[in-house]
């Protein structure tokens, strides 16, 4: 499958995520890198393993602040430059319009971010487009029409279970097999409570074509060794 890190953006640096309680997550500490700056900590994770895609959650967007649009940029600038599947809250036409035209970007439209389906309605063909389908403790947060209804779906979706983002508790296996029944021929990928090689083989068994990573890297609990007899770029 393929292993994407995670990074949280909040302020200009990254952030530990913890259970989706966003008013929570303060700026990483990890051995990977020196300090909690984006480009430090992607380079501190390709010391790991050569990854060719980051997963952005640019968190004052999606909370409706001003975009870390900056950080983005030299995260794209960097040497093998990554392709970049980023969140940023988008619920307007003009906005994935304009984040379709960056280079190496490839836009997510979170559940969460939007009142309706008229967002998927308009883009859920285009190649490059990512719904992540966002679950809260409380559960579906989103119209339940794009939960429900697989025509809105792109390629490419992601099942976020933010409760578990952080846990260490496992990934939600039943979530993910029953949205993986109804996907068809779609790419669903993993997001939330991955700990370790056997939660990501047992993904794989399932059918799962990727998962989003982000304390198995940092903690260690995923090796360089492991990584590559694991990941498919």
């Given at each position: 499958m393929k292993i994407i890190p995670v990074l949280d953006i909040k302020g200009g640096q990254v952030v530990r995520a913890e259970g989706g309680r966003r008013d929570?997550?303060?700026p990483i500490s990890t051995p990977l890198s020196p300090d909690s700056d984006p480009v430090s900590v992607a380079n501190g994770l390709r010391s790991l393993h050569p990854f060719?895609?980051?997963y952005i959650a640019d968190l004052d967007a999606?909370?409706?602040r001003a975009s870390n649009r900056e950080a983005l940029e030299k995260l794209v600038d960097m040497p093998s430059?990554?392709?970049l599947w980023v969140d940023a809250g988008f619920s307007i036409e003009e906005d994935v319009a304009e984040a379709l035209k960056r280079p190496r970007t490839?836009?997510?439209i979170g559940s969460e971010s939007q009142q309706d389906e008229r967002l998927l309605r308009r883009f859920c063909r285009h190649p490059d487009i990512i719904l992540s389908l966002d679950f809260f403790g409380e559960g579906f947060r989103g119209p339940p029409v794009l939960l429900s209804d697989t025509t809105f779906w792109p390629d490419t979706v992601i099942v976020m279970t933010l409760a578990?983002?952080?846990?260490g508790s496992g990934p939600d296996f039943s979530r993910l097999s029953e949205v993986k029944s109804r996907a068809s021929d779609r790419a669903i990928i993993a997001a939330g409570g991955i700990r370790h090689e056997d939660d990501l083989r047992q993904l794989a068994q399932l059918g799962i074509a990727g998962a989003l990573v982000a304390t198995a890297l940092h903690?260690?609990?995923l090796s360089p060794s492991q990584l590559v007899g694991l990941d498919r770029q």
């Open positions: 929570r997550y303060l060719s895609t980051f999606i909370e409706g430059s990554p392709e490839r836009p997510v578990k983002v952080g846990s903690g260690g609990a």
